[in-house]
């Protein structure tokens, strides 16, 4: 069996433990020996976000330093259009022929705004969803041609994920963390401490380069 390869894209605007923690957690859960992090460039549904794509990645670099579970992928800061995730896992699933099991990695409210996506059916197309849960944010779809589509393709087995090269949709029963990257730039430019919420390097930078004052 080929083992089943997750990248985990987002803004990471800056990255904190509500990215890392539950992904650490559903890694165990279905047997993920490496989650390939990937920051995007050009956010397609949100405002520019306010650390540059370099300040953010260094973010990164710093957070998983010490999490040999993770690598870091910048395949997204090279192009300059909007950072499709549907252009994206096309050119992996080039890369990684038609038989290799690939997922891709979300959060709850992700799951929610997911039919909105660029050519969202070819997401699918070309790997499995699976979905952390956060709290705040509704599991079912907002409407019901689009719960359907989530009935259709929802698995409650790792085996299947193992088994398929894309196609399937599984929720995890990862625990709730209630940590935003809003509310940390929020906290911060109140000049509020936000030492839980993520890794003590990630915060040491943001001071040094005077991020989200
Ligand atoms: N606390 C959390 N629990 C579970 N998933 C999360 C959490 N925070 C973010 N995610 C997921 O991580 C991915 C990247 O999220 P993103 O970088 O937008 O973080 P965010 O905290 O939601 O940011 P912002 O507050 O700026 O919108 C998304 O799929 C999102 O759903
Ligand atoms: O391709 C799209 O239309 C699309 C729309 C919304 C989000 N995404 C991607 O989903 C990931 C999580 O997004 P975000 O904004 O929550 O960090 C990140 O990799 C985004 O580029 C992609």
């Known amino acids: 069996m080929t083992a089943l390869k997750a990248l985990y894209g987002?803004?990471?605007?800056p990255v904190h433990y509500g990215h890392l923690k539950p992904v650490e957690i559903l890694a165990n859960l279905i047997g993920l020996s490496k989650v390939i992090?990937?920051?995007?460039?050009v956010p397609p549904h949100r405002p520019q976000p306010e650390a540059t794509s370099a300040q953010r990645t260094e973010m990164l670099k710093l957070?998983?330093?010490?999490k040999p579970l993770f690598e870091l992928d910048e395949r997204e800061l090279r192009r300059d259009t909007r950072s499709y995730t549907s252009e994206t896992l096309r050119e992996w699933r080039?890369?990684?022929g038609p038989t290799q099991p690939l997922a891709f990695i979300i959060g709850q409210d992700s799951l929610?705004?997911?039919p909105?996506?660029?050519d969202y059916e070819s997401i699918l197309g070309n790997a499995h969803l699976l979905v952390c849960r956060r709290p705040g944010y509704p599991m079912a779809m907002k409407d019901e041609a689009h719960q359907q589509w989530l009935d259709r393709h929802l698995t409650n087995s790792a085996d299947d994920l193992h088994r398929t090269p894309a196609g399937k949709i599984y929720i995890a029963e990862t625990p709730w963390f209630n940590i935003s990257a809003t509310l940390i730039?929020?906290?911060?430019q109140q000049g509020e401490s936000c030492d839980e919420m993520l890794p003590q390097a990630v915060l040491r930078y943001i001071q040094e380069k005077g991020l989200y004052q």
């Open 10 to 13: 987002g803004t990471f605007d």
């Open 94 to 96: 080039q890369e990684q």
């Open 116 to 118: 909105s996506w660029h």
């Open 63 to 66: 957070a998983i330093a010490d």
């Open 112 to 114: 929610i705004t997911f």
């Open 185 to 188: 730039r929020e906290r911060l």
């Open 37 to 41: 992090i990937m920051p995007n460039n």
